[in-house]
């Protein structure tokens, strides 16, 4: 099963434009991690936030994190073309490593 | 550097046939990781080897799933006999410390079709 659900399942918008996407999970957490996935390809790790840490800033990427709500966000801004993929959240919980649903991000030039 | 190398890339079988995927890691990383990602969903780990040891096989299906990291270096991963349901993108991942504290990097992936 999976601990973490991310919202919206699909998202769709214009060249930078900001967009959002969302994790939710269900246990106490040591980090949460986002990753991307280009079609037919393998994840890629984007950026690691630690269960003490609310927000972390990479590049265009801007994750928040609150353990109260057991959530987190995903905000990349200014999109292009090539952030075209699917997002996923990653929950490390110390013996486990549980993976989203994804959130499928489109681009539109 | 080179990444996570998996082979082959694409596997087409019949059914009850036996089929192998094989990882080699990231030259240094202790640990490596097998999932399996079904269409639209994210990948769901299916074991964990901290050099050659398996950590975590919970997920693995063991009555047809069998996988091992002779010399905690490269693994292979077996289906035997392989179901229409096991039709999926197989990703072997691997990272320098274990449990997710640090990044994985994942090969590109086997996509399996069972016919």
């Known amino acids: 099963s999976q601990q973490g659900e991310e919202d919206p399942q699909a998202l769709s918008i214009q060249e930078g434009e900001n967009a959002t996407m969302n994790c939710s999970y269900k246990t106490s957490i040591n980090n949460l991690q986002w990753y991307r996935q280009n079609s037919g390809r393998g994840l890629v790790h984007l950026i690691l936030?630690?269960?003490?840490?609310r927000e972390k800033h990479s590049g265009r990427l801007r994750v928040t994190l609150d353990t109260s709500k057991k959530s987190s966000s995903l905000l990349i801004t200014a999109s292009r073309a090539a952030d075209t993929a699917s997002y996923f959240c990653?929950?490390?919980?110390?013996?486990?490593?549980?993976f989203g649903t994804g959130t499928s991000l489109t681009v539109i030039p | 550097e080179a990444g996570v190398v998996q082979s082959p890339r694409y596997k087409i079988i019949e059914k009850k046939q036996p089929v192998a995927f094989w990882c080699n890691p990231i030259?240094?990383?202790?640990?490596l990781y097998w999932y399996l990602q079904n269409l639209g969903q994210g990948p769901e780990l299916l074991i964990r080897?901290?050099?050659?040891?398996?950590?975590?096989d919970s997920q693995l299906p063991k009555d047809r799933f069998s996988a091992e990291r002779l010399k905690g270096v490269d693994s292979t991963l077996k289906i035997q006999p392989a179901e229409l349901g096991d039709s999926a993108v197989y990703l072997c991942?691997?990272?320098?410390?274990?449990?997710?504290?640090?990044?994985?990097?994942f090969g590109p992936g086997t996509r399996l079709l069972v016919l």
């Open positions: 936030i630690r269960s003490n840490e």
């Open positions: 991942a691997s990272s320098l410390q274990a449990g997710g504290q640090e990044t994985q990097y």
């Open positions: 030259s240094g990383h202790n640990t």
């Open positions: 080897y901290e050099n050659e040891e398996a950590v975590d």
């Open positions: 990653a929950t490390n919980t110390g013996n486990q490593f549980y």
